[in-house]
């Protein structure tokens, strides 16, 4: 902020990260981020698009479900509908929130197999897995059966990444490849019949926002906490402050595939 004495700085910087380092980061929901950080959202509008599918469903899974926020929206859920997640703080939270409308929280480990036996569902969805197992997902879906799924795109918010960890290599920087996913879910059996990808405009406003983010998002920097990139989180709220909001880009990418009746 102009005119804002080197003290005072830093007066605010150590309020706003014990604020954001004390604040829980259970479940999906970033409703704390609000006023704090803005990310544009993808045109297909996932969470609407699941819904209508969901309306259209048997039995449905939600892989890796977080707190089971998204998948509660949809105004109508399947009259078999399953949540898989890993965490025990999420699986906790998903259990209280998708119980009451009917949908039963299993606790995965997010590794081959899923736990549940072959063509059992009629519709999987996932938002933002950190990992699609496409040939458990082949095998859970009935034939003709519907995989709807928004991910994390390639270098997604890597300005941010790159800002603590530097430059960062190939391998990372194309890894969650739409075009890769593709030949993954090919491979696995289905047929891919919607592939989308867009970059999107990300603004931190304050670097609580950074902090309450990279605590969440814990694989963008691995093991960060704030005593470890202080000096790093210090400059970039300097920064802030004086220049502005840090402005990244997030890569979106949904992928629609089906699996192909048996002859």
């Given at each position: 902020?102009?005119?804002?004495?080197?003290?005072?700085?830093?007066?605010?910087?150590?309020?706003?990260?014990?604020?954001?380092?004390?604040?829980?980061?259970?479940?999906?929901?970033?409703?704390?981020?609000?006023?704090?950080?803005?990310?544009?959202?993808?045109?297909?509008?996932?969470?609407?698009?699941?819904?209508?599918?969901?309306?259209?469903?048997?039995?449905?899974?939600d892989i890796q479900t977080g707190g089971g926020e998204?998948?509660?929206?949809?105004?109508?859920?399947?009259?078999?509908?399953?949540?898989?997640?890993?965490?025990?703080?999420?699986?906790?939270?998903?259990?209280?929130?998708?119980?009451?409308?009917?949908?039963?929280?299993?606790?995965?480990?997010?590794?081959?197999?899923?736990?549940?036996?072959?063509?059992?569902?009629?519709?999987?969805?996932?938002?933002?897995?950190?990992?699609?197992?496409?040939?458990?997902?082949?095998?859970?879906?009935?034939?003709?059966?519907?995989?709807?799924?928004?991910?994390?795109g390639p270098a997604s918010v890597f300005e941010l990444?790159?800002?603590?960890?530097?430059?960062?290599?190939?391998?990372?920087?194309?890894?969650?490849?739409?075009?890769?996913?593709?030949?993954?879910?090919?491979?696995?059996?289905?047929?891919?019949?919607?592939?989308?990808?867009?970059?999107?405009?990300?603004?931190?406003?304050?670097?609580?926002?950074?902090?309450?983010?990279?605590?969440?998002?814990?694989?963008?920097?691995?093991?960060?906490?704030?005593?470890?990139?202080?000096?790093?989180?210090?400059?970039?709220?300097?920064?802030?402050?004086?220049?502005?909001?840090?402005?990244?880009?997030?890569?979106?990418?949904?992928?629609?595939?089906?699996?192909?009746?048996?002859?």
């Amino acid at each position: 902020m102009p005119g804002t004495s080197e003290e005072e700085e830093r007066t605010r910087f150590e309020a706003l990260v014990a604020e954001a380092a004390a604040v829980s980061v259970d479940g999906w929901d970033f409703s704390w981020l609000d006023g704090r950080a803005t990310e544009q959202r993808p045109s297909w509008g996932y969470a609407h698009a699941m819904a209508e599918r969901l309306g259209r469903a048997r039995a449905a899974l939600d892989i890796q479900t977080g707190g089971g926020e998204v998948l509660a929206s949809a105004p109508k859920l399947p009259p078999l509908t399953v949540a898989t997640e890993s965490w025990p703080p999420n699986i906790a939270r998903a259990t209280a929130l998708l119980h009451p409308l009917g949908a039963v929280v299993v606790a995965d480990a997010d590794e081959p197999p899923l736990p549940f036996g072959d063509a059992a569902f009629d519709l999987v969805v996932s938002r933002h897995p950190v990992t699609t197992w496409w040939a458990e997902i082949a095998r859970v879906l009935k034939p003709s059966g519907t995989y709807f799924s928004q991910q994390v795109g390639p270098a997604s918010v890597f300005e941010l990444v790159e800002y603590f960890l530097g430059p960062q290599p190939p391998e990372a920087r194309g890894a969650r490849d739409p075009q890769r996913a593709r030949a993954d879910a090919e491979a696995a059996g289905l047929e891919v019949v919607d592939l989308r990808l867009e970059t999107l405009r990300t603004e931190f406003f304050d670097i609580g926002a950074v902090v309450y983010f990279l605590r969440k998002v814990i694989w963008m920097v691995p093991g960060f906490t704030v005593e470890q990139y202080r000096p790093q989180l210090a400059a970039l709220h300097h920064l802030i402050e004086t220049e502005g909001p840090f402005v990244a880009h997030t890569t979106r990418f949904l992928i629609e595939a089906r699996k192909p009746q048996q002859p």
